[in-house]
């Protein structure tokens, strides 16, 4: 059996010394290192979350900013088409105002042109028909002879034209 002897006594102090040794001198500092890489990790894992939250909110703002910007974007464009609209139907319309000045303006030339060489026409015929009248009658022509023949046939020219005598 188990015989108590000093040896033993010794032994068990010898292990208990030995204990308490390495757990100041061993256990102790490799517990600190443990725990200050333990607190270091964490550490890192907590600036690593406090990043990728930063990042999110950078992400976020990129986001939003880069919407905000399409929209204005967007917005300055339909702007300007409708700037654009305006301008191109304010160009069409006096573009189309000028064209009827235009034509306006030529038909009244052109009335007026037709007015003046009808009556320079009708000047002629007269001419025309007095000098054969005068050719005609002889040397009976008086001026008022001359008056009542050029408006019998300013009459009569008249009435072929259309127009019952109107000079």
Do not use: C, W
């Not at 008022?144 to 259309?162: C, H, M, P, V, W």
Request: net charge positive.
């Amino acid at each position: 059996m188990l015989k108590l002897n000093i040896n033993l006594l010794f032994t068990i102090i010898n292990l208990l010394v030995l204990y308490f040794l390495m757990k100041k001198f061993l256990f102790n500092p490799i517990n600190n290192i443990l725990d200050k890489r333990k607190s270091l990790l964490e550490q890192q894992y907590a600036e690593a979350n406090l990043t990728k939250d930063n990042a999110l909110k950078l992400k976020i703002e990129y986001e939003d900013a880069l919407k905000t910007t399409n929209d204005l974007s967007k917005q300055i464009i339909d702007e300007t088409k409708a700037q654009a609209k305006i301008e191109y139907d304010n160009i069409i319309r006096s573009a189309n105002e000028e064209a009827g000045k235009i034509i306006a303006n030529a038909h009244k030339n052109i009335e007026s042109q037709h007015s003046k060489e009808l009556l320079k026409m009708k000047t002629e015929i007269a001419n025309l028909a007095m000098d054969t009248a005068t050719k005609i009658i002889g040397a009976n022509v008086t001026p008022q002879s001359n008056k009542i023949i050029y408006e019998r046939f300013l009459t009569e020219a008249g009435e072929l034209d259309g127009t019952k005598g109107s000079r």
